[in-house]
């Protein structure tokens, strides 16, 4: 699956970014899509992931309240809203999808694990620096 990232930049400190992941000729709806940031020296996370469908929302407790995971079936993408940026919100962002699956089995306030996407896009860097 041909994952793209869109929407990374230069924002401040308690701005807002949305991120889009889309997959050209390909519908998201049967994937379930997950969000991870990787920032530099350390390792990949995930913040956020939707079921297949768009049924139900993970999200970490490290951005709870902040982000917030949508879809548009019309327009076959999938965003990651981000309000209240913080510096430590600085890393490249990167779309996963797998096909038909649950993000329910994640413990209570951890986003999802890498190991369980199969196909990811190439990453969009987000900075927040004043």
């Known amino acids: 699956l041909p994952l793209v990232e869109s929407g990374g930049g230069l924002v401040q400190p308690g701005g807002s970014l949305r991120l889009s992941c889309a997959a050209a000729g390909f519908a998201l709806d049967n994937y379930a899509i997950g969000w991870f940031r990787q920032a530099p020296g350390k390792e990949r996370v995930g913040v956020a992931c939707?079921?297949?469908?768009?049924?139900?929302?993970n999200i970490a407790d490290s951005v709870k309240g902040r982000f917030a995971v949508s879809r548009d079936r019309a327009k076959r993408s999938v965003y990651l809203q981000m309000n209240s940026l913080k510096p430590e919100d600085t890393a490249v962002y990167y779309c996963a999808a797998e096909w038909d699956y649950d993000c329910s089995g994640y413990p209570v306030g951890e986003g999802p694990s890498s190991v369980d996407f199969g196909s990811w896009g190439q990453g969009t860097q987000v900075t927040v620096s004043s």
């Open positions: 939707s079921s297949t469908g768009g049924t139900k929302t």
